[in-house]
């Protein structure tokens, strides 16, 4: 459109140009018309009489006009009024312009006649465009049924580009919004199955409580649904800590920390469960590295990694620590000699309510959340874990963090 606009401008321009340069060609025509007339009216008089030619001349020169009304009588006494006179040449020079410019302002108007019309014709089919794209969202549909030449042609190539970015934004948000949905969907089905356990498990032991005849069996079904409403407990704060960290409630605040802090820390927190099993936690000598982490999401995050392998691990046996610093990362690897994870599940063990589907598995308490947070804690802040494992010999778990 701005070509279009250009285009009028410069046409413009050059008609005004044409109209002065006609006008200036019929002046001098004019002008020439009229110093032919008085040449040739001197050359009569001068012919006849001689003695009136220097008069003559300063009848020319005189700007008082002096004789002018005496020459107006004369040329009306042979009947010669104004229009058969010199004025004459300028009143043909004068309808002549007003002819040209008359013309091009035809022109003109013409052509700015064609330019709103066109400009009014690309608004209505943008106006369309835009009516059907609307329409095509409100049905869903975000694979728009204009093509490429119908967006040029109602627009320029900047409005083109604008209704595909349109329709590229629109696709993905509506794919993130059903991703989200789907999500949404499975969370609450999972929920749903966590609680049911232990709810159930609940349920039973007051049944039984209710129809204990002895102290003893009192005091048993109730220590039953206490470790049930324990379960209940960690896998509701399991759960908050996921929404939490989902939808960006918790914020990780990284600052200075040493690693040999944090690998104490998640031992710590695991020190007693595998002292239950006689399960020793080694760590190889490393030097101490600083880095910058949200220390307690961190040390969540590897204690998780630690409790799943006491979890799976036989009694009497050890679960292995090495760091080592690389470039830009350092690496952390916890090995220990369990129960291992089937080759098709080591891609799905940090999903989130993922469980395997061997028995030892089923035998152990837990909720499938524990290494969906490690995984979540440590992607947040750069990270990365891994998983080598062979069936019945053991998982190696890879922590990387950058430095």
């Known amino acids: 459109m701005k070509k279009i606009l250009l285009i009028f401008i410069a046409a413009a321009l050059a008609l005004s140009v044409a109209a002065g340069a006609v006008s200036g060609i019929l002046t001098e025509r004019a002008k020439s018309a009229e110093e032919s007339r008085i040449a040739n009216i001197m050359g009569a008089v001068s012919e006849s009489y001689p003695e009136a030619e220097n008069t003559f001349i300063e009848a020319m020169a005189d700007e008082n006009r002096i004789y002018e009304k005496q020459g107006r009588a004369v040329l009306a006494s042979y009947g010669y009024d104004g229009e058969d006179t010199d004025g004459s040449d300028y009143d043909r020079a004068f309808l002549s312009w007003i002819g040209v410019s008359a013309a091009m302002f035809t022109v003109m108007l013409a052509f700015g006649a064609a330019i709103y ?8 089919q943008k106006n369309q465009l835009l009516i059907s794209v609307l329409e095509d969202c409100l049905s869903e549909n975000f694979q728009f049924t204009a093509d490429d030449d119908e967006l040029r042609e109602a627009g320029d190539i900047r409005f083109a580009e604008s209704i595909r970015q349109l329709e590229e ?8 919004y059903n991703e989200e949905h789907d999500n949404t969907k499975t969370l609450v089905t999972d929920i749903s199955h966590q ?8 349920k039973v032991c007051f049944d ?3 129809g204990a005849e002895t102290a003893e069996e009192k005091e048993e079904f109730l220590t039953r649904s206490m470790i049930q409403m324990d379960k209940l407990e960690s896998l509701a704060a399991s759960l908050i800590n996921i929404s939490r960290l989902e939808n960006n409630v918790i914020t990780l605040r990284p600052e200075e920390v040493y690693l040999t802090d944090m690998l104490i820390g998640a031992v710590n927190t695991e020190y007693h469960k595998a002292a239950k099993k006689d399960i020793d936690i080694e760590t190889e000598e490393f030097e101490d590295i600083r880095l910058m982490l949200d220390k307690k999401w961190t040390v969540e995050a590897i204690a998780n990694i630690i409790d799943n392998a006491v979890k799976y691990s036989p009694e009497h046996s050890r679960i292995n620590i090495r760091v080592n610093k690389l470039f830009s990362f350092v690496r952390i690897e916890i090995e220990d000699f369990g129960i291992g994870i089937p080759k098709e599940e080591r891609n799905k063990i940090f999903a989130r309510f993922f469980r395997g589907s061997s028995d030892a598995v089923k035998e152990q308490e837990g909720s499938g959340v524990g290494l ?10 750069g990270g990365t874990v891994s998983v080598k494992s062979k069936q019945e010999a053991g998982s190696v778990f890879t922590v990387q963090l950058p430095l």
């Not at 019309?117 to 209505?124: A, D, I, S, T, V």
């Not at 934004?169 to 993130?176: A, C, F």
């Open 117 to 124: 019309f066109l400009m009014k014709r690309k608004q209505e």
């Open 169 to 176: 934004t629109l696709r993905l948000k509506t794919v993130k």
């Open 195 to 202: 609680l049911k356990t232990p709810i159930s498990a609940m």
């Open 208 to 210: 039984m409580y209710l």
């Open 372 to 381: 969906y947070l490690t995984r979540k804690i440590l992607e947040d802040q």
